[in-house]
């Protein structure tokens, strides 16, 4: 049987897809959510600017974490289950935490909540979050490496990066703090020339002053 042209397949003499941003991108999910309850456990109750710079992160973290769902749903799964059959029981598992997910980040997005419902639901979403990409880290990017052509995994993060859109400065300069400086650098030198000079420049310097107000 011939291998349909256009299911993106990794070739036996191709090299595997480079998976270290999706793996960074994790990375700053996994350690986020604990914090921000933490950060809000500190926030006296009349320290409404405080707050609502914690709220703020929040905000962009869920949206970069319904992104991520998003990617995952519409383009990584599908096309996984039309390259193996394999793990199609983990996908289903996986599709349903994002659901699950989703609920909590619902939750989350109401404006003015108790500072104690806030942060049950944070620290919720953090041991929810860190046991699912457990298994994708486990199960799935083994597959992702096999199966899945380079060139397509390459595409598809281009587009990834390209549609966070107003949140791009933020989620590149958290995408890179998430990780040790020898992958930072080795993330940046694989990005486009403008996001490095940008990321330099401004983005990292307006993200640190963030994590400082945030968490400092
Ligand atoms: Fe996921
Ligand atoms: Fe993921």
Not at 57 to 62: S, Y
Request: aromatic content about 6%; some cysteine; glycine content about 4%.
């Amino acid at each position: 049987m011939t291998t349909p042209k256009l299911i993106p397949r990794r070739g036996a003499d191709e090299p595997a897809p480079d998976v270290s941003l999706f793996l960074a991108f994790h990375a700053g999910l996994r350690r986020d959510f604990g914090r921000l309850a933490d950060a809000l456990d500190r926030c006296t109750p009349g320290d409404a600017r405080r707050r609502a710079l914690i709220d703020e992160h929040t905000a962009f973290l869920l949206r970069a974490l319904h992104h991520h769902h998003s990617t995952e749903d519409e383009e990584i799964w599908p096309l996984l289950r039309a390259l193996t059959s394999e793990a199609g029981a983990v996908m289903d598992r996986l599709e349903a935490e994002h659901r699950q997910m989703d609920a909590v980040i619902e939750r989350l997005s109401q404006p003015r909540r108790p500072a104690a419902a806030q942060a049950a639901d944070l620290r919720a979403m953090h041991t929810l979050l860190n046991g699912h990409l457990d298994v994708e880290e486990q199960e799935i990017v083994p597959l992702i490496r096999r199966h899945v052509s380079a060139a397509w995994w390459e595409d598809s993060a281009k587009r990834a990066t390209k549609s966070h859109g107003r949140d791009l400065p933020l989620v590149a300069a958290w995408t890179l703090d998430s990780v040790l400086p020898a992958e930072r650098e080795k993330l940046l030198a694989a990005g486009p020339p403008a996001l490095r000079v940008l990321y330099r420049l401004s983005w990292r310097r307006a993200y640190e002053r963030r994590v400082m107000q945030v968490f400092g």
